[in-house]
């Protein structure tokens, strides 16, 4: 079956460490998004690739980093320098670099905490 | 800079009702969508409906837009306890740029009690 799959499901950080979480897609979707939600909030755009080695900053890039070598994966680095780093973290992916008429497919996400 | 606003927040009813979440957002769009999300999972998409659309019927589910007042209302009939969940719109322009994105409103928390 094609999806996303994120990874993993918790994640713990402790002060001044980098975590990586993982997102790969099986879809061939060209375009590919990293969200941060917090409780009761919507999603905020963190970082978005629409094509491989080609990636922008969303509204809150600050204290992330991506990277995007190959189509069918799409990690986020949550580094040091993110000092609320708690959240609900969603990948997502559509077919269409311009995102029109196209709906974007989730993964399950990842809970990021802090220790 | 989310562009979609849903209304109400919070919603609560009884099996068998209907449910009617709406969304307003600020700039001209090509697209509207709406998102399912189960409590601690990631979002499905719903139903897309494109500008030039009025109404847009998926089952249980009739998503109408009036780009006149920029405003979209999901509809859920005969609501079910498995509809408990979040609900948010999408659009995919904001301030007259389309950069490849969506912009999510902070969605409505639809509770249906059996």
Known sequence: ?115 | SQQGEEDPQALSIQEGENATMNCSYKTSINNLQWYRQNSGRGLVHLILIRSNEREKHSGRLRVTLDTSKKSSSLLITASRAADTASYFCATDRFRGSTLGRLYFGRGTQLTVWP
């Open chain 1, 1 to 115: 079956d094609g999806g996303i799959t994120q990874s993993p499901k918790y994640l713990f950080r402790k002060e001044g460490q980098n975590v990586t979480l993982s997102c790969e897609q099986n879809l061939n979707h060209d375009a590919m998004y990293w969200y941060r939600q917090d409780p009761g909030q919507g999603l905020r755009l963190i970082y978005y690739s629409q094509i491989v080695n080609d990636f922008q900053k969303g509204d809150i890039a600050e204290g992330y980093s991506v990277s995007r070598e190959k189509k069918e994966s799409f990690p986020l680095t949550v580094t040091s320098a993110q000092k609320n780093p708690t959240a609900f973290y969603l990948c997502a992916s559509s077919t269409s670099r311009t995102v029109l008429n196209q709906p974007q497919h989730f993964g399950d996400g990842t809970r990021l905490s802090i220790l």
